[in-house]
């Protein structure tokens, strides 16, 4: 199983980037993980949020496979501890046969065809944060999740 990370628009600021880099090289040891990147909107003043929310949708969508296994980042998913998450990602090595694709959507969220076609959804915390944020808290938790998984000490309770 591959696990990538879906995002509406890139990483801009030189911080979160290098730091997400980090976390990329070190989850490679334990699972195959990659970053993917949907460009940004451009003209957005004239849309209206359900405009701009189909329209990145579809870039979702075009980047969605037929077999992927879809989670999206979206504040009204399920909460997991760290150790939780560790054993949904040990259950999902089992049971997706390709990728895993966890998606974080633009600034007013995903569409309705996105919904439609995600498999389930993941809250990260009941808090906001800028979608730079969610990119680097995710990819830490998921190699938190592998740390856990293989018994090593990163994580401590």
Do not use: C, W
Request: charged share 25%.
């Amino acid at each position: 199983m591959k696990a990538v990370l879906l995002s509406v628009g890139k990483t801009d600021d030189d911080f979160y980037a290098q730091a997400i880099d980090i976390f990329k090289k070190r989850l490679n040891y334990y699972i195959p993980f990659e970053t993917e990147f949907i460009p940004d909107l451009k003209n957005t003043k004239n849309l209206s949020e359900k405009e701009q929310k189909n329209l990145e949708g579809e870039g979702i969508l075009n980047r969605i496979q037929q077999n992927d296994h879809i989670v999206l980042l979206d504040d009204k998913g399920k909460q997991y501890s760290s150790v939780e998450f560790a054993r949904f990602m040990e259950k999902k090595s089992h049971s997706v046969p390709k990728r895993l694709v966890f998606v974080v959507g633009g600034p007013y969220g995903f569409s309705e065809a996105v919904y439609a076609r995600a498999n389930e959804k993941l809250s990260l915390s009941k808090m906001t944060f800028t979608h730079q944020m969610v990119r680097l808290v995710f990819v830490e938790q998921l190699y938190r999740a592998m740390t856990i998984l293989n018994n090593e000490p990163y994580h401590h309770e």
